[in-house]
């Protein structure tokens, strides 16, 4: 069977031979990935490297490839939002499954174990600030798994359905996905330390957080509903804004990803911790030493 072929349009490769947005070649990615929303993360991440190979910054995407105890990791800042992992999980993949110089799909696959590392808001008791989550169901409120063929593969859907059910979900907000983390990467990565939590990445920090400021929300009691939620003995634990768009597109392009985010607010709580900057440096070093 002739190979698909990808135009210039639609897999666009700079003139030096790197990714359009990432601004990467394939060369200088390691198998081994962390992501992190603030491109400020990045040299806390590569702070703990005992060499640096590349670096590199383009927009929001600032990487860095290093050796960390032997092991060769690449962090890569996505900024904030599941667009922008749209764009980075799938030059990712291109950088590892596709010939730059065919322009066609490598006959192996290349299989990357990517580890987010964020920030994220408790909706629980036992989730106070400080409290580190794996998230290993995300559900995705942001709709971009939507666009995906086998999106109801990478999907939950009993999941999908009694979520919906349970907060009696509006349609005119989209279709929420359920996107599984794998399995065997977040007990490696959580192992006892970690809440197993069920994630919610949302379009947005405020109103679709539930945060009221001075624009009224389209459902004031979702929240409460959220965290009310309980289904097959879990619990809906925290919101952030990134983990169901890399849970799903991972599931689908064959990669293994979790999420870990330290709780910087509560929402119960109504507490906040914004100096987290000093302190999210142990769940760094925790997820550098599992992966
Ligand atoms: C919002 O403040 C940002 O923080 C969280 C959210 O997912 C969103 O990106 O993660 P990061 O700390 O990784 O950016
Ligand atoms: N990131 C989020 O998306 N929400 C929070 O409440 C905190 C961090």
């Given amino acids: 069977m002739e190979k698909k072929y990808f135009a210039p349009s639609e ?6 031979g790197s990714i359009f947005h990432l601004h990467l070649k394939p060369e200088n990615l390691a198998d081994k990935v962390i992501l992190v929303g603030d491109p400020g993360r990045v ?17 929001e995407f600032r990487t860095i490839t290093g050796t960390y105890h032997r092991k060769r990791v690449t962090v890569v800042s996505t900024g ?22 065919t322009r066609t799909e490598k006959d192996q696959l290349r299989q990357l174990t990517l580890v987010r590392i964020g920030t994220c808001g408790g909706l629980q008791p036992y989730t106070p ?7 290993i169901k995300s559900i995705g409120f942001d709709g971009l798994l939507n666009f995906y063929a086998g999106r109801d593969k990478a999907s939950d859907l009993d999941f ?4 919906k059910k349970q907060v009696k979900w509006d349609s005119q907000l989209g279709n929420p996905y359920v996107a599984c983390a794998d399995e065997q990467l977040t007990e490696q990565i959580a192992q006892d330390d970690m809440v197993r939590g069920v994630t919610i990445a949302c379009g947005g920090f405020f109103g679709p957080q539930g945060r009221e400021l ?5 459902d004031p009691h979702l929240n409460e509903k959220i965290e009310k939620f309980s289904y097959n003995g879990l619990q ?13 597109l991972a599931t689908l392009m064959g990669h293994r990803a979790v999420t870990c985010c330290m709780v910087i607010a509560n929402r119960l709580a109504k507490k906040a911790n914004a100096g987290y900057k000093n302190t999210i440096d142990g769940l760094v070093k925790t997820v550098l030493d599992r992966i």
Avoid: K, W
């Fill in 11 to 16: 897999l666009i490769i700079n003139e030096d």
């Fill in 43 to 59: 040299a806390l991440v590569a702070s703990h490297f005992e060499d640096i190979e590349c670096e590199v910054e383009s927009r």
């Fill in 80 to 101: 904030i939002g599941c667009d922008n992992i749209d764009i980075v999980l799938n030059e990712l993949d291109a950088l590892a499954n596709i010939d730059f110089e």
């Fill in 129 to 135: 600030t400080g409290t580190y989550i794996a998230s």
């Fill in 160 to 163: 999908e359905a009694e979520f």
């Fill in 214 to 218: 001075r624009l009224p929300l389209q």
């Fill in 236 to 248: 809906i634990t925290n919101f952030e804004m990134e983990s169901s768009a890399l849970a799903g």
